[in-house]
């Protein structure tokens, strides 16, 4: 290495005076070599040519009277070379460049020939030659600088301990400019004994995996113990680095890098940096660590998490990866069971089930929580059966000593062919999860895209009937429920009805299961009580109500901690009594605790309310919780009144009026649509009917007008007229 002085003169003796001064000096460990231009021309065609020159020393005026400052414009721009030195001389005192000259192109000195001795001249070569080194140690630490920085982000991403040990020497080779022969070893306890070879690379490659103590006898092995005990770098005697990376109370790193003797790639502050840099890398990798252990894992029972499993089953479906089966498993009554048992037990059971299918999946297999009961599996179709993890919970488990038995229900889908995103498939197993928690609780069903279809299709329902209850597309209609015996109107029932912009109507069927699953069947039930209890008011203060007026009430609603207050609230706001009042719910309600099923029940009956059991005999058809409820009234499903004029289609309606009657309950028939109907439930014993035979549901100014028209003198049974 040199330093290279480019003299720029027109005059030889100029040339022939600098080399006498200066020839065969050495600074700085390095020789000084020189090169010559006689012209501007000559001295842009090396100037263009050089990277390394540490100094120009130009005659100011050589050729014409701008010509030495025109090339010191060249030396900065065009020739791009900002570090080099620049000193002026001229043989006219008079030439002398203002000061804002010199400041623009950083000129170093400014002298006459006449000043320039050969002493003077070595001097100020000595100066210009130091100030270039040390721009160029700037530029070379500032360049290291930028590397060590942009390195952090790539050693941040490494995925494990090896491969962030073996990017550390892969950075640090290249900024040491070096080859990559070194090794890494990492501390596993308190003592030099505990230190192993986590990453090596060139000649050190068949140490990994070594105790430090085991390593071969050499200077590598002391200037690995140097830095380890004195807890800083350390450069050897004969070559070879030595660096200590490691932050306060956690794990060691030390890395020996092969460098030459008195190779100086990095100064010592900058090593210090980059130690300093690495430690806290590998500080903030270990936060990483624990913070992705937190985001990915689930610690109540130790397994992935639902972030996790989505990201796995990404990756799977990107990949193409066929025969695949990804699987939900939902435990049966859980929320009964937190319930009623609490929420250690709860806890202590999802443990359980979790081991249980742990244990009964094959290696490799994914198993993960992903909610409150919920449990994820990926695998492929040959190791993964549906039935055979519901089976493994076939005994009862045994929880802080108590059996309690089990049983999980699972939906599942196969992965396509074609990438689809992860979370839209374990949507599609979700849907697949509901559909057999509905239909087929404890046992396993594939999605198919027509549950997809089912599940969009109430998903647009489902904002329909939010714009439809904003812009009060949702509307009352009014039946009336008569005394078969008398004749004379008892009752009225409210029944909800949606006619769309367009004039249709939406059958109730279709989208009340939807507001009670969305969770807005609380605010449209609250709405339809109010205005079926003002309907009320505006009867009896016309003179033509009857004796109450029956609202549905889903088993969503009765869940509702504010239910209660909401009934006495609505019968307040009309001035009613509960006596005007009739709920009416379905056997869905023998899914609550029966002890909070009775208690509201009683207290809604403490207030004068009567309570109708709707459409008995088509859901759970459990008969002891007949005999335990507070209750008024039962009602026969229109389904087996329809079946009256079918042979033994009597059976099961005559059942139900029989029942009632042992039971002190008061048999309303639904669904009367001709007059030997009518006459077939009186002699069965059935008290009260409504039907299209009677009337049709009616909105509330029609309704007034039938109740008007329909005197004490009306027809026999048969020659009653339906009202539109």
């Known amino acids: 290495?040199?330093?290279?002085?480019?003299?720029?003169?027109?005059?030889?003796?100029?040339?022939?005076?600098?080399?006498?001064?200066?020839?065969?000096?050495?600074?700085?460990?390095?020789?000084?070599?020189?090169?010559?231009?006689?012209?501007?021309?000559?001295?842009?065609?090396?100037?263009?040519?050089?990277?390394?020159?540490?100094?120009?020393?130009?005659?100011?005026?050589?050729e014409q009277a701008r010509a030495g400052l025109d090339l010191v414009d060249f030396i900065r721009h065009s020739a791009g070379l900002k570090n080099t030195r620049i000193v002026l001389r001229t043989g006219q005192p008079g030439q002398v460049p203002d000061l804002e000259m010199l400041l623009r192109y950083d000129i170093n000195d400014y002298r006459t020939k006449a000043e320039l001795t050969p002493g003077r001249l070595l001097a100020m070569v000595v100066t210009a030659v130091r100030s270039y080194k040390q721009l160029c140690a700037m530029d070379a630490s500032r360049v290291s600088l930028e590397l060590i920085v942009r390195s952090s982000a790539s050693l941040l991403e490494t995925k494990d301990a090896y491969e962030f040990a073996s990017a550390v020497l892969t950075q640090l080779a290249a900024l040491l400019h070096v080859e990559r022969e070194g090794l890494v070893c990492v501390q596993r306890g308190d003592s030099r004994r505990d230190y192993y070879v986590l990453a090596a690379s060139g000649r050190?490659?068949?140490?990994?995996?070594?105790p430090l103590d085991l390593l071969p006898q050499g200077p590598e092995l002391d200037l690995l113990f140097t830095s380890i005990d004195k807890r800083y770098n350390v450069y050897g005697e004969a070559g070879g680095l030595a660096l200590h990376i490691g932050h306060k109370d956690e794990q060691d790193f030390v890395v020996f890098m092969d460098v030459p003797r008195n190779h100086r790639g990095l100064e010592?502050?900058?090593?210090?940096v980059l130690c300093a840099n690495l430690g806290t890398l590998l500080h903030n990798r270990g936060l990483l660590g624990r913070l992705h252990e937190s985001a990915y894992h689930d610690p109540l029972v130790n397994l992935p998490?639902?972030?996790?499993?989505?990201?796995?089953?990404?990756?799977?479906?990107?990949?193409?990866?066929?025969?695949?089966?990804?699987?939900?498993?939902?435990?049966?009554d859980f929320s009964a069971t937190n319930d009623v048992m609490g929420h250690r037990f709860g806890d202590r059971l999802l443990e359980k089930v979790a081991r249980c299918l742990q244990a009964a999946l094959p290696t490799g297999v994914l198993l993960a929580r992903l909610g409150a009961d919920t449990f994820g599996v990926l695998g492929s179709v040959r190791q993964v059966k549906p039935r055979k993890l519901l089976e493994c919970v076939h005994q009862p488990l045994h929880i802080d000593g108590v059996p309690h038995k089990v049983s999980l229900?699972?939906?599942?889908?196969?992965?396509?062919?074609?990438?689809?995103?992860?979370?839209?498939?374990?949507?599609?197993?979700?849907i697949a999860l509901k559909r057999a928690k509905r239909d087929h609780r404890g046992q396993d069903l594939q999605y198919a895209d027509q549950m997809g279809k089912d599940a969009r299709a109430r998903a647009v329902l489902r904002s329909e009937l939010r714009e439809a209850i904003e812009t009060q597309q949702l509307f009352l209609v009014y039946q009336p429920q008569l005394n078969l015996g008398t004749r004379t109107v008892v009752g009225l029932e409210a029944l909800l009805r949606w006619r769309t912009s367009d004039g249709q109507f939406v059958p109730p069927d279709q989208f009340i299961p939807v507001a009670e699953h969305s969770g807005l069947i609380v605010g449209l039930g609250q709405w339809v009580l109010a205005t079926a209890c003002a309907t009320m008011r505006a009867l009896l203060d016309a003179g033509a109500a009857p004796q109450r007026m029956a609202v549905n009430v889903s088993t969503v609603q009765l869940q509702d901690p504010g239910f209660f207050d909401m009934v006495c609230a609505a019968l307040q706001a009309s001035s009613l009594q509960g006596r005007h009042l009739e709920l009416e719910i379905t056997e869905s309600v023998a899914v609550l605790?029966?002890?909070?099923?009775?208690?509201?029940?009683?207290?809604?009956?403490?207030?004068?309310?009567?309570?109708?059991?709707?459409?008995?005999?088509?859901?759970?058809?459990?008969?002891?919780?007949?005999?335990?409820?507070?209750?008024?009234?039962?009602?026969?499903?229109?389904?087996?009144?329809?079946?009256?004029?079918?042979?033994?289609?009597?059976?099961?309606?005559?059942?139900?009026?029989?029942?009632g009657r042992k039971l002190g309950l008061n048999v309303?028939?639904?669904?009367?649509?001709?007059?030997?109907?009518w006459q077939t439930l009186l002699g069965m014993g059935c008290q009260e009917g409504q039907g299209y035979h009677i009337a049709m549901p009616m909105e509330r100014e029609a309704l007034v007008e039938w109740i008007r028209r329909h005197a004490p003198s009306e027809p026999a049974p048969d020659k009653l007229l339906s009202v539109q």
């Open 1 to 62: 290495m040199h330093w290279r002085i480019l003299v720029v003169d027109n005059d030889p003796d100029v040339h022939a005076a600098t080399l006498a001064a200066l020839e065969g000096h050495t600074l700085f460990e390095r020789p000084l070599v020189f090169m010559h231009a006689f012209s501007g021309d000559e001295a842009r065609a090396l100037l263009l040519k050089e990277q390394d020159l540490a100094m120009v020393i130009l005659d100011v005026v050589s």
């Open 204 to 210: 050190f490659s068949e140490l990994v995996g070594l």
């Open 268 to 272: 010592p502050q900058l090593l210090d």
């Open 305 to 332: 998490n639902r972030a996790h499993f989505v990201e796995e089953v990404n990756d799977c479906a990107r990949h193409g990866s066929t025969d695949y089966v990804l699987a939900l498993i939902d435990i049966d």
């Open 409 to 430: 229900t699972c939906g599942y889908v196969l992965l396509p062919d074609e990438p689809q995103a992860g979370a839209d498939l374990v949507k599609d197993a979700t």
């Open 593 to 659: 605790p029966t002890q909070f099923l009775e208690r509201t029940l009683s207290a809604l009956r403490a207030q004068g309310i009567s309570i109708a059991i709707d459409d008995f005999g088509t859901g759970y058809s459990s008969l002891s919780y007949l005999e335990r409820l507070p209750l008024d009234r039962i009602k026969i499903d229109r389904s087996f009144v329809r079946q009256l004029g079918e042979p033994r289609g009597a059976r099961i309606a005559e059942m139900v009026a029989q029942l």
């Open 668 to 677: 309303l028939a639904e669904g009367i649509e001709d007059g030997a109907v």
